[in-house]
């Protein structure tokens, strides 16, 4: 199914006037993390907060509805934000880590792939990583499944 059929689905179905959505994946393991997400396991996500402004776009908004995509650009479900903050990569508290639902849940195992992630995503940028690198942090949940 396609973002667009399954947007469609779901705004007529909730009456949904949001005329505007993102649809995308997660970076990393796209289809690992959406079946995450689909356990229930995976309710938060971050991403690098100097990144949006290089690329000009916009900080995600509580409220929100986005559409998951898979490895294969298939819709998987529709996400709804329900907080998001920003918060340097060293103050990101061990319940974000839990609540991104990967590896064993931890704080270190968070911060190890999210370095390595971050590291190279703004390397590509030309932009530094540090510890007091600027993280976004989203909370969301399953507002719609096909």
């Known amino acids: 199914m396609t973002a667009e059929e399954l947007w469609a689905r779901f705004a007529a179905a909730h009456h949904i006037e949001q005329d505007s959505y993102e649809a995308w994946a997660f970076g990393g393991d796209p289809d ?3 079946r995450l997400v689909l356990a ?3 309710t938060a996500t971050s991403s690098a907060y100097d990144l949006y402004s290089l690329e000009g776009e916009p900080l995600p908004q509580a409220g929100r509805y986005d559409v998951l995509l898979n490895a294969r650009e298939e819709a998987v479900c ?5 907080r998001v903050y920003v918060t340097a990569f060293d103050a990101v508290t061990p319940d974000h880590a839990r609540r991104e639902g990967e590896g064993d ?6 911060r190890q792939v999210h370095e390595a992630f971050f590291s190279d995503c703004l ?3 030309g932009l530094p990583f540090g510890p007091e690198t600027q ?5 969301f949940e399953v507002a719609f499944r096909p």
Not at 78 to 82: E, G, Q
Not at 105 to 110: E, I, Q, T, V
């Open 32 to 34: 690992e993390l959406a």
């Open 40 to 42: 229930g396991e995976k």
């Open 78 to 82: 529709v996400l709804r934000t329900t």
């Open 105 to 110: 849940k931890s704080l270190a195992y968070w």
């Open 123 to 125: 390397r590509e940028a």
């Open 135 to 139: 993280v976004v942090c989203e909370e």
